[in-house]
């Protein structure tokens, strides 16, 4: 299968190219911050941007929706949302 754009540089902004399941947990880190998370099945999600210096909520958010977030934590309380996918 051809890539056509295998050759462009990757940005924040690009589609992303991997994702990765996200359990979440209240110490634990992500392993890399990803571009953006993919939410399943929606709820609330709680967790701290990579420059953030406290946690945020995300109250409500849609089933299928995808959050612009660059996450360092995805927390395991008050996160109600499931099916979490790291977009990189």
């Known amino acids: 299968m051809t890539d056509y754009f295998s050759g462009h540089a990757d940005s924040v902004v690009a589609p992303a190219t991997r994702g990765v399941a996200v359990t979440p947990h209240d110490v634990n880190a992500l392993a890399d911050i990803p571009k953006a998370l993919f939410v399943g099945v929606g709820g609330d999600l709680v967790g701290r941007g990579v420059n953030d210096t406290g946690d ?33």
Request: glycine content about 6%; hydrophobic content about 50%; cysteine-free.
């Open 56 to 88: 945020l909520t995300f109250k409500n958010l849609p089933a299928g929706s995808v959050l612009p977030f660059r996450a360092k934590f995805v927390r395991a309380t008050g996160t109600t949302a499931a099916s979490i996918v790291a977009l990189y």
